[in-house]
């Protein structure tokens, strides 16, 4: 059998019975390490042990150094027969190695036993008077990366072995909370004569020089802390609540749509002038919405944000296999990645033809885009020009037909006639791959420069623009025109 004792959080008088007895009545008897305060005490009492702290040594990660302590101690089960496997604290807390011998147990047919004991928790909650009833949440330092963090509990952090780790805790603290956010440093907890307990300011948590594999760090529940995706949530349920908002308690998904398009342009805009501060605003702006709509749903009983949250979860998960599902299929390319993509898409959305797909692109998406989008699938089975001068040649064709309906005053055909216009100079631009949005909008911005230079012009010559003649007005956009060359 192999035996698993807890050496306690440090001092000799939390040492529990059953933890003495086993370690004086067994020959075989291996400690994780050497590098805890009970161990004198061991030294004292004559109780002979080995040590795997020459593992850490050895290892180039920590997992790798509990997996092989685990191993290894199998292995020593079978040359030696019963022995005792002692950590520090409580054996089943923030004790990976310990898990690993478990599982190899269990795997191996091997009778094992846990013997509890005090554990680090056990003395954090007694010197810093934690009521655990209230939320507590336990870290272990080199896990803190695939953690949550959530401010509305209380969150104990241990293993903070030295200054890289703190420095590396600090800073995944610090995408939850305030830089300046008060939190307890603690060393030696529980231990007469060392204990040190203090607050300090988390950024301050890394410039400790008393950071040892003794030190632990207790972040209070603070729900006044920075901001995060629930704050979100419970504004929007307030305002929508009984007591909330008039406006926002009369909104639907039909009466904010819009507002969704202009702000996903007020994102490109801040993504176009480079400016980081706008483009979180506006990205917080598309996230409104987001959650304004599902809390909508929540309310009519359709949907809610983990719907939402859910769903595109499963799309990104479905729509790259070959990064989750373990699949031995590559891709080599972006090429294929689309290619790929859009098979998974079509079966996703159920299409069985060209034009399911045709239509199912959004339709208000602007009309370039559309245009653009359509065009693509239709390439797709060779329904394209074949080169760029002919579709050249259609837009003289449609811009002749835009005159003849013109000409016969058919406003009807008219607008029939731009559209096939504009459809043409769609095909024009994506034959030189050409984004046609941007380039009117270029022309655009470039329309407004020109006629900048027109106002002001008219202004320094105290002119209105209304009392000018079109052929004065002609001779200044001359004029901003060379100035653009």
């Given amino acids: 059998m192999i035996k ?43 109780i002979e042990f080995n040590t795997y702290d020459y593992v850490y040594e050895s290892k180039e990660s920590f997992d790798e150094v509990y997996l092989n302590i685990a191993q290894d101690l199998i292995k020593k089960h079978n040359e030696l027969g019963n022995l ?49 009833i209230e939320g507590l949440k336990v870290i272990d330092a080199f896990d803190i990366n695939n953690q949550i963090l959530d401010k509305r509990i209380g969150t104990i952090i241990t293993q903070v072995y030295n200054q ?12 939850q909370y305030n830089d300046e956010t008060e939190i307890y440093y603690v060393r030696a907890a529980g231990i007469i004569g060392e204990e040190n307990i203090r607050k300090i300011p988390l950024y301050e948590l890394d410039m400790q020089e008393d950071i040892d594999y003794l030190t632990s760090i207790y972040i209070p529940k603070d729900i006044n802390n920075k901001k995060d995706f629930y704050d979100l949530l419970e504004i929007i349920e307030t305002l929508r609540g009984e007591n909330g908002c008039p406006w926002d308690k009369e909104q639907t998904h039909n009466s904010i749509k819009n507002a969704l398009v202009e702000e996903s342009y007020e994102v490109i805009d801040a993504i176009d002038n480079e400016d980081d501060n706008s483009l979180i605003e506006e990205l917080g702006d598309v996230l409104l919405h987001v959650v304004f709509h599902a809390s909508i749903g929540k309310e009519e009983g359709y949907f809610n944000i983990n719907d939402v949250i859910e769903a595109i979860c499963n799309k990104m998960i479905y729509r790259h296999p070959h990064v989750f599902n373990n699949t031995e299929e590559t891709i080599s390319s972006t090429g294929d990645l689309i290619i790929k993509w859009d098979e998974l898409k079509k079966s996703e959305k159920g299409y069985s033809s060209l034009t399911d797909e045709m239509n ?18 239709a390439k797709k089975v060779g329904f394209d020009w074949n080169n760029v001068n002919d579709a050249i040649k259609k837009v003289e064709e449609e811009l002749k037909e835009v005159i003849n309906a013109y000409t016969i005053n058919n406003m009807e055909n008219i607008k029939e006639e731009i559209g096939d216009l504009l459809f043409s100079c769609v095909n024009v631009a994506r034959f030189f791959n050409i984004d046609e949005e941007l380039a009117l909008n270029a022309t655009t911005d470039k329309f407004i420069k020109r006629f900048s230079y027109i106002e002001k012009k008219a202004g320094e010559m105290k002119l209105k623009l209304e009392d000018m003649s079109l052929e004065d007005m002609d001779k200044l956009w001359e004029e901003a025109k060379k100035l653009d060359k």
Avoid: W
Wanted: aromatic share 4%; glycine share 6%.
């Fill in 84 to 132: 005792v496997y002692s950590v520090p604290g409580h054996p089943l807390v923030a004790e990976k190695s310990v898990f690993n011998l478990i599982s190899l147990c269990k795997e191996n047919g091997i009778e094992y036993k846990v013997i509890p004991a005090v554990s680090f928790i056990d003395a954090m909650m007694e010197s810093l008077s934690i009521d655990p």
């Fill in 4 to 46: 698993i004792v807890g050496l306690g959080p440090g001092a000799k008088e939390a040492l529990t019975v059953g933890c003495i007895n086993e370690l004086e009545n067994c020959k075989n008897i291996f400690l994780r390490t050497e590098k805890h305060p009970t161990v004198e005490y061991l030294n004292d009492k004559g």
């Fill in 360 to 377: 199912g692109i959004a339709k208000a998406l602007p009309s370039l885009l559309r245009a653009n989008k359509v065009q693509k699938k």
């Fill in 164 to 175: 890289l780790i703190a420095s590396e805790v600090k800073l995944k603290l610090l995408q």
